[in-house]
């Protein structure tokens, strides 16, 4: 018997998703991720100062806004030709490792947790659904951990503060490094945090994700997808460090390449936007709002690499870079998050040793008449890229496609879905009126709708669940 789960929204992701599930026994067959929401940044940039984009963009999202200022300052560097001084990048990648740390551990145990471990029971902590497994004393430390984990997670932006001078949306990244200078100070006092959240990363954070998956071997076996990966780095091309963590790559089920930008191209088939043609490389067009376009279900475009859906994120930096190698699931997807916070204090700490107090990282920059850039960086979700055009020293073009775009993007007219549509497929559902699996799989992909879309549409129901 066929049935049709409608689930919006979406809850615990940032932003507004609806999902659209068609199941037949029991097994998802189809799958439609929609983002109703449309922001329109890339058009509220042109005719701005370049600089501006810096801070702009960052109000794109509050969760990963020190993601948009890092893509959007390389932009800015790569259409100035301008060189950051080492100094500059480490600055800078620092207060990147504290927006990793406060966006991993925030959202594992905000977000993650709750699918799995009962927390206290009051109205802000209601479940949709029954399936509890673990033993009383595992569930009642991690619910603990829950509760914990607030302040690690603020612990994070506290870090992030002093460098980028708050947080979100910093005033610290910029062209060039940062926008103020490191002091010995600084510099200690971030170490001194650093220190608590590495602590409670290792003996908290990383044993509860393991007791969950423990519990939960079935999610091992579901929520795979097409098992493509894609990273345009993290933490790389240091003149004397090198990479710390993974360079450009792509990955197919047959083999691992060096990622080659010109094979991106953004097709919009099934979403709210026209252009002159359904396919565009990300420099080439800025496509128009359609609200009315036939077929068309989501605000969220369709990245393709070599014409194919990708996954990005902690799971695909984490295989790409060698250092994990179990699979391709909603559990390793998750598993892989909590490790990477772990890496990334490991990092944090190699590049606070090579900090040098009182270096001043900025100059006067002139823009130029006409420039084109692009900043290419991997942030929390995934692969986040920045394409700007410059014309009589105002932006003329702006485009960008954030890792929740890779993820949760539309299908197209090749027969492809989107990564977390295909994550879904095939999926069993134990019980349709309360389909756990669903959420559990795209949370998974930690999703920033907020991020994918870029004027909320009206009309649609709140109830989050609805079974026909």
């Known amino acids: ?129 029954d399936d509890f497994r673990l033993p009383k004393i595992i569930n009642d430390r991690i619910s603990q951990n829950y509760f914990d984990s607030l302040k690690f997670s603020r612990l994070a932006h506290e870090m992030l503060a002093v460098l980028g001078g708050k947080a979100p949306h910093n005033h610290g990244v910029f062209i060039g490094g940062i926008t103020t200078q490191a002091t010995a100070e600084k510099v200690v006092h971030i170490d001194s945090i650093l220190v608590k959240i590495a602590r409670f990363i290792d003996e908290k954070m990383i044993p509860d994700v393991y007791d969950i998956a423990r519990f939960y071997t079935d999610y091992f076996r579901i929520g795979g997808g097409y098992g493509n990966l894609l990273t345009y780095g993290a933490f790389k091309h240091y003149k004397e460090l090198g990479t710390l963590y993974v360079d450009p790559l792509v ?116 823009l130029p008449e006409l420039a084109s850039g692009r900043g290419l960086v991997d942030t929390t979700r995934g692969a986040l890229g920045h394409w700007l055009k410059i014309r009589d020293k105002k932006i003329s073009f702006y485009q960008i496609i954030t890792p929740s775009t890779w993820d949760f993007s539309t299908r197209d007219d090749n027969g492809y879905r989107g990564t977390a549509e295909e994550a879904l497929v095939g999926t069993p559902i134990q019980n349709p009126d309360k389909p756990a699996e669903i959420g559990r799989i795209l949370r998974s992909f930690d999703p920033c709708m907020s991020c994918a879309t870029h004027v909320y549409s009206l009309g649609k129901q709140v109830k989050t669940i609805k079974v026909f």
């Open 251 to 366: 990955s197919t089920m047959q083999s691992v390449e060096a990622f080659d930008e010109s094979k991106i191209q953004e097709k919009i088939d099934y979403s709210y936007f026209k252009s002159i043609t359904n396919s565009n490389q990300p420099n080439e067009e800025v496509t128009e709002p359609d609200m009315d376009k036939e077929k068309a279900y989501s605000w969220v475009k369709a990245p393709r690499y070599k014409g194919f859906p990708f996954e990005v994120g902690p799971l695909a930096r984490l295989i790409l870079s060698g250092a994990y190698n179990n699979g391709i699931s909603a559990m390793d997807r998750t598993i892989a998050r909590a490790l990477e916070a772990k890496k990334i204090t490991e990092i944090m700490k190699i590049l606070l040793q090579q900090i040098i107090p009182g270096v001043d990282v900025q100059k006067k920059y002139e």
């Open 1 to 129: 018997m066929s049935k049709r789960i409608v689930i919006n929204p979406l809850t615990r992701i940032s932003g507004f998703m609806e999902i659209d599930v068609m199941i037949d026994q029991n097994q998802v067959v189809d799958v439609k991720t929609k983002g109703n929401l449309f922001r329109g940044f890339e058009q509220m940039l042109v005719g701005r100062s370049p600089f501006d984009a810096v801070y702009f963009t960052q109000r794109i999202c509050g969760i990963c806004s020190a993601a948009h200022s890092m893509a959007s300052s390389c932009a800015l560097e790569d259409a100035l030709n301008i060189e950051p001084m080492e100094q500059g990048k480490y600055l800078r990648d620092i207060i990147h490792c504290c927006e990793f740390l406060q966006n991993h551990i925030r959202h594992f145990y905000q977000y993650t947790v709750p699918d799995f471990v009962k927390i206290e029971q009051n109205s802000l902590f209601h479940s949709d659904h």
